[in-house]
T-cell receptor, first 121, second 115 residues
């Protein structure tokens, strides 16, 4: 079974600073996806960024980027020029990747415990 | 807005009762997933439907059941409710076709409070 660990329950930084959230995972799979989801006070789950394990290049989305280290099973999220609106819970998640008929099977997301990030003015 | 809708947004009920949560996936999405978010268990996968067919079960109690209808909307039925069932229930959808990206897009959730 896969497990996802976020070792930082809470983090706090000043606006405009850069912050890095950590995530490690444990799996015997070779093909999978990794995600960061954001959950602001509204409780909506919002996709921040996605990484395919077969891609060596780290994913980036505007101010958000990841550092994906497959051998180390590490997947950290870097937020540059942090903004007040980035205040939220951040969840790291793992999903197996399947093809063909198996793709109709279970691709459940396995979540970490979350990191509560506060951006201070 | 993810395009996934869930109703109702809030539900308050008593122990022993039965409730139904409804989810409409994004247009064109065939897969629907249900997740439960509680303080003590975190985010847990409950069940997955693909084009009307149950594909996988996670940590779903026997008191809970779900189905996906021909129009692809899904319902999660919770019965004999207990205090511990109070949680935020999310529905997510994805395309679910072979070889196509599998990102799951979440609805706004239904907050269930059992008194």
């Amino acid at each position: 079974a896969q497990t996802v660990t976020q070792s930082q329950p809470e983090m706090s930084v000043q606006e405009a600073e850069t912050v890095t959230l950590s995530c490690t995972y444990d799996t015997s799979e070779n093909n999978y996806y990794l995600f960061w989801y954001k959950q602001p006070p509204s409780r909506q789950m919002i996709l921040v960024i996605r990484q395919e394990a077969y891609k060596q290049q780290n994913a980036t989305e505007n101010r958000f980027s990841v550092n994906f280290q497959k051998a180390a099973k590490s997947f950290s999220l870097k937020i540059s020029d942090s903004q007040l609106g980035d205040t939220a819970m951040y969840f790291c998640a793992f999903m197996k990747r399947k093809k063909g008929e198996q793709a109709k099977g279970a691709q459940k997301l396995v979540f970490g415990q979350g990191t509560r990030l506060t951006i201070n003015p | 807005d993810s395009g996934v809708t869930q109703t109702p947004k809030h539900l308050i009920t008593a122990t022993g009762q039965r409730v139904t949560l409804r989810c409409s996936p994004r247009s064109g999405d065939l897969s629907v997933y249900w997740y439960q978010q509680s303080l003590d268990q975190g985010l847990q996968f409950l069940i997955h439907y693909y084009n009307g067919e149950e594909r996988a079960k996670g940590n779903i109690l026997e008191r809970f059941s779900a189905q996906q209808f021909p129009d692809l909307h899904s319902e999660l039925n919770l019965s004999s409710l207990e205090l511990g069932d109070s949680a935020l229930y999310f529905c997510a959808s994805s395309v679910g076709l072979a070889g196509v990206e599998k990102t799951q897009y979440f609805g706004p959730g239904t907050r269930l409070l059992v008194l």
